[in-house]
Nanobody
Framework: QVQLVESGGGLVQAGGSLRLSCAASGIIFSINAMGWYRQAPGKQRELVADISSGGSTNYANSVKGRFTISRDNAKNTVYLQMNSLKPEDTAVYYC?????????WGQGTQVTVSS
């Protein structure tokens, strides 16, 4: 059974940093692209960043230069380093594994940035 478990969310002041982790189990991690999405109250879920199996990355314009996505295939884990956080980054952050025919999602972790 595939499981994605996020951790690392919390409350931080504007300008601060957090690092999110997403640990995968039940599946071969290294061959799958991974992504981080977020959903703020009353808004649609949106892509934050993703990373291919080969390490190529892609970022939403709103987080470029502030967030960094990375992966450690030995630990079956993808990370999202978030720096210079802003109140508008407040959302539930979800990890996603891209698979042909079906994607998998984690349960989400709350990130709250106070002004």
């Amino acid at each position: 059974q595939v499981q994605l478990v996020e951790s690392g969310g919390g409350l931080v002041q504007a300008g601060g940093s957090l690092r999110l982790s997403c640990a995968a189990s039940g599946i071969i991690f290294s061959i799958n692209a991974m992504g981080w999405y977020r959903q703020a109250p009353g808004k649609q879920r949106e892509l934050v960043a993703d990373i291919s199996s080969g390490g190529s990355t892609n970022y939403a314009n709103s987080v470029k230069g502030r967030f960094t996505i990375s992966r450690d295939n030995a630990k079956n884990t993808v990370y999202l380093q978030m720096n210079s956080l802003k109140p508008e980054d407040t959302a539930v952050y979800y990890c996603k594994m891209y698979r042909p025919g079906r994607d998998y999602w984690g349960q989400g972790t709350q990130v709250t940035v106070s002004s």
